[in-house]
């Protein structure tokens, strides 16, 4: 097992507000705890502030370092990280590297197999840099949760919701009951509770979606590839499907018609969130933190059928976030550019104290 150096001489000292709320906040690491930390080359320093947090709790705490078991990108679970992990048989688990091209699967992978061993709370950190540790990561997640949780209540009621913005989003999204809303609320105290951090949103498969939305932001691999988009992608969507797409960088447009191309149900809207971190300001171009932005986004692809009761799969699953959003849920206000509506931020508190 590698460890990391988790002395408190190490300069992370801006990454701390981020890493106490991870490991504090979000996953109430305690000393019986047996922390695993995935991390990469470029996200070491992030490793060793996570570690450090955990080992302050005094947590059995230990870093695998995903570059020293195969050449990035991770196509498939290599063995020996696999014996690595069931020898640790962590209790909670935080993956802190970045997002490669084509490392989906592997992920997908990685997560069923910690499932199987040891059910840990996991935090699911893929894209993360130290920007958004230091931002995304430090902002009050005791309102993050209960905004989440309020926003939930809301839309597990929506039978319709209508989506605009400035730069020409205008979408209608309804909804089936046997579709359940899933609270992203990034509060993972209980075994085998999973999410991803930074947090923030409340998440569905649609039942049915028309119209056009405009993103400035791409998931999967093009967010860390193309950040905060130049040139926006519009999308054309009948019958939940992503008909026509349209952007000015040529080679985006290739990338991503391939990327849509790729499976016969990547171009079919398996998503529809709410984004409810009131402590982001503004999208920033990477879709780990952008996509809890107030707002609403979708994505095309796996419809996480496990958990929303989608009964339809896809390999692929890529989030496309529209920015200064206007939202009506069965004709109720619950967003305006971007701002909650007042009655809806009724009752969310505010305790930072991370």
């Known amino acids: 097992m590698t460890h990391i150096n988790t002395s408190s001489n190490y300069d992370f000292e801006a990454l701390m ?21 995935f991390y990469g080359t470029s996200t070491e320093r992030i490793g060793r502030a996570l570690a450090h947090v955990a080992s302050q709790n005094n947590a059995t705490t ?29 209790t909670v688990t935080f993956y802190a590297a970045s997002s490669e091209p084509g490392e989906l699967a592997f992920r997908h992978t990685l997560t069923i197999l910690l499932y199987h061993t040891t059910n840990p709370r996991h935090a699911h950190m893929p894209g993360i840099t ?3 540790m230091q931002e995304g990561m430090a ?8 905004l989440t949780l309020q926003v939930a209540d809301i839309l597990r009621q929506a039978h319709r919701i209508h989506v605009t913005n400035p730069k020409g989003t205008d979408v209608v ?41 405009v993103a400035d932001v791409l998931g999967d691999y093009f967010s860390e590839a193309y950040g905060l988009l130049d040139d926006p992608v519009s999308f054309v969507i009948a019958n939940s499907r992503g008909v026509d797409i349209q952007c000015a960088n040529q080679q985006l447009l ?23 971190n009131i402590g982001l300001t503004r999208l920033i171009g990477n879709l780990l933190q952008d996509e809890k932005y107030p707002g609403m986004h979708i994505a095309f692809g796996n419809p996480y ?22 939202i009506d ?26």
């Open 130 to 132: 130290e920007a958004i």
């Open 305 to 326: 059928g496990p958990v929303t009761g989608a009964d339809w799969v896809a390999t692929t699953h890529i989030d496309v976030i529209p920015s200064r959003c206007t």
């Open 17 to 37: 507000p981020g890493a106490r709320a991870a490991v504090h906040t979000c996953m109430a690491v305690q000393a019986d705890d047996r922390v695993l930390i």
């Open 62 to 90: 230990a870093a695998l370092c995903l570059d020293d078991f195969a050449s990035r990108p991770l196509t498939q679970m290599p063995l020996a990280l696999q014996q690595r992990i069931v020898e640790f048989a962590p």
């Open 254 to 276: 290739n990338e991503l018609t391939a990327y849509l191309d790729s499976d016969p149900n990547s171009r079919r809207v398996g998503e529809f969130a709410i984004g409810t």
């Open 173 to 213: 999204a309804e909804f089936a009951p046997q579709y359940k809303w899933i609270p992203s609320h990034s509060f993972y105290h209980n075994h085998g509770d999973w999410g991803n951090l930074p947090e923030g949103e409340v998440y569905t498969c649609p039942a049915t979606v028309e119209g056009t939305v």
């Open 329 to 354: 849920v069965d004709g109720r206000r619950l967003m305006t550019d971007g701002v909650f509506a007042a009655d809806v931020l009724t009752g969310v508190t505010s305790t930072h104290d991370n």
């Open 139 to 146: 902002v009050d997640y005791q309102q993050v949760h209960d």
